[in-house]
């Protein structure tokens, strides 16, 4: 004859292997996804638009994408290189290059002032973000110089503002 004690005790005994068992597949299980979370997958994970794909660039092409005249009116900056943020209410400047170019930027406010800003871009980087802060309503033109270890120097406008 069994006591109540023998049989909570063998129940408890019964338990605990299931248990056992349970958080052992549990823990495999666990693991399984962990795992499979750390492989690394090549598709892009932002909609975000494509960089050049290109690295370098031949030495006679300009760095800014659009040539420079010796004289004359600058040519409008060239949309693959130079992207204006649309929708916003002051300048937000992106540029595409390449490892060793260098960007400057003067906005040309209305009142005759001006506001500059520079990048050079490290090992690696292939874009720079620009936050000017300067309102739309005051800005005239905005100037982007550019050179770079390849690729000739070269500067060019933009316009259209707003």
């Known amino acids: 004859m069994y006591s109540a004690e023998h049989?909570?005790?063998?129940?408890?005994?019964?338990?605990?292997?299931?248990?056992?068992?349970?958080?052992?597949?549990?823990?495999?299980?666990?693991?399984?996804?962990?795992?499979?979370?750390?492989?690394?997958?090549?598709?892009?994970?932002?909609?975000?638009?494509?960089e050049p794909a290109a690295e370098t660039r031949s030495p006679g092409e300009p760095v800014l994408g659009v040539a420079t005249p010796d004289s004359g009116k600058?040519?409008?900056?060239?949309?693959?290189?130079?992207?204006?943020?649309?929708?916003?209410?002051?300048?937000?400047?992106?540029?595409?290059?390449?490892?060793?170019?260098?960007?400057?930027?003067?906005?040309?406010?209305?009142?005759?002032s001006t506001a500059t800003g520079r990048s050079e871009f490290g090992p690696g980087q292939r874009r720079a973000a620009f936050t000017t802060g300067v309102p739309n309503g005051e800005i005239n033109n905005i100037q982007i110089s550019a050179q770079g270890r390849i690729g000739t120097p070269g500067t060019c406008v933009i316009s259209t503002i707003g």
């Open 7 to 50: 049989v909570t005790a063998g129940s408890l005994r019964g338990f605990l292997m299931a248990s056992k068992g349970v958080t052992a597949a549990v823990l495999v299980a666990s693991t399984a996804i962990a795992v499979s979370a750390c492989t690394t997958d090549d598709s892009p994970q932002s909609s975000s638009p494509p």
């Open 74 to 112: 600058l040519p409008e900056c060239a949309a693959p290189v130079v992207q204006r943020k649309a929708n916003v209410p002051t300048a937000e400047l992106t540029v595409h290059g390449v490892p060793g170019d260098v960007f400057t930027y003067e906005v040309r406010k209305n009142d005759g």
